[in-house]
């Protein structure tokens, strides 16, 4: 059971840490970056990035802190780290429940926007950043501290 609590956790580790990844890049990089080039990039830029991300690799890193997390809770019942996994695997369903609540909705909003120019691709880009941003920020900050929850896991328990 230990060999397997190990590979659950690492590999909840693994994902979680990747998902916090993509997530911030998105926040501190990618949407900048896409304002930056200006509202007709930035609506056609994102709209082929979510037709892009959906694909098994992406769906795997972005569900595998929460399926791999349950499986660490599971298989890691009589160790110290089980409350930690919880702990970690609560904070990832959560930005999980973010984005599927919020964020793919706003993405689907943008997607059904279409090939927008001008001052409408302005007026679609700045509602979709001010609904999209801040939540973004959330679940960064849930998925991140899901790491770090799982990193202290590992040191104390």
Known sequence: MDLLRDVMVTLTILTTGLSAGVL?????????GLTRAGADVAVAGMQR???AILNPLFAVIFGGGVVFGAL????????????WALAATILTALGVVI?????VP?????????????DEAA?????FTAVWVPWNIVRSVLT???????????LVG
């Open 99 to 103: 984005t599927m609540a919020v964020n």
């Open 144 to 154: 991140t501290a899901a790491v770090a929850v799982l990193v202290v896991g590992l």
């Open 123 to 127: 007026r679609v880009w700045t509602r």
């Open 49 to 51: 990035m979510n037709s």
């Open 106 to 118: 706003a993405n689907n909003r943008l997607d059904a926007a279409g090939a927008v120019r001008g």
């Open 72 to 83: 660490t809770v599971w298989a890691g019942w009589g160790s110290g780290l089980r409350w």
């Open 24 to 32: 911030a890049g998105f926040g501190y990089a990618v949407i900048p």
